[in-house]
């Protein structure tokens, strides 16, 4: 027996209020949790619309996202429209949501120098049988954005292409790029086709506004800084 509670009604929405809609044309602070939840669910019965539903079940629950972050896939879904698939995607939502809490604050690494740089690498390249290239992108204050693979090969190399790199960039809204990847031969010196990379990833860079802070070369037990030596 589904759960009906008093039904809210509301008029017919213009297309620029339903949800979807609205966050494509307003973004996504414009909405109101219940055109959030709305959007999860994608449909409500045959009474209520998403919305209408999405309302409703707020309302049961104090219009508390905290007390609706507690409940299982049986409680929701002893809502009329509200099957497991339903109540699944909602649930993931709130537990992405409360993920996120828990993450606010914790201090993003700042890169001073190669050895903040290599000290935070060092795990992902430690014992590697082939060669990977690795980017960190950093704000204006030189803090960690973020870290992406950017290729992978075999002993002899990997190829790193500049369009992904700087893709990686615009789209993680970067003010700066600090280039990696390893030796596994344990010869950190740079090759020819490393210092071409760098040299035209850095004119790209300046077309972009962008800068490369570094680029290390790592071994097992060492590492290479083009910024340390004078290359960049």
Request: aromatic residues 6%.
């Amino acid at each position: 027996m589904g759960y009906d509670g008093d039904k809210i009604s509301i008029k017919s929405w213009k297309e620029e209020d339903r949800p979807r809609e609205k966050l494509l044309l307003h973004g996504r602070r414009n909405l109101s949790d219940a055109e959030l939840i709305a959007i999860l669910i994608g449909s409500g019965n045959k009474q209520e619309s998403a919305v209408e539903l999405s309302k409703r079940i707020l309302n049961v629950h104090a219009n508390d996202l905290n007390q609706l972050g507690k409940l299982s896939v049986q409680e929701l879904a002893r809502f009329k429209g509200i099957g497991a698939a339903k109540a699944i995607s909602i649930i993931a939502a709130l537990e992405l949501g409360r993920r996120r809490k828990e993450q606010i604050g914790v201090e993003k690494p700042k890169i001073s120098s190669s050895r903040d740089a290599y000290e935070l690498l060092a795990p992902q390249f430690r014992d590697l049988a082939h060669e990977e290239f690795w980017v960190l992108l950093l704000n204006r204050a030189n803090l960690v954005l973020a870290r992406h693979l950017v290729s992978k090969g075999g002993q002899a190399g990997t190829i790193a292409d500049p369009k992904i790199i700087f893709n990686l960039a615009l789209l993680g809204h970067a003010s700066a790029i600090l280039l990696a990847h390893n030796h596994p031969s344990g010869n950190f010196k740079p090759s020819t086709a490393d210092r071409e990379l760098t040299t035209k990833l850095i004119a790209g860079a300046q077309l972009l506004d962008l800068q490369i802070l570094d680029h290390l070369i790592f071994t097992d037990t060492s590492y290479f800084s083009f910024a340390d030596e004078g290359l960049i």
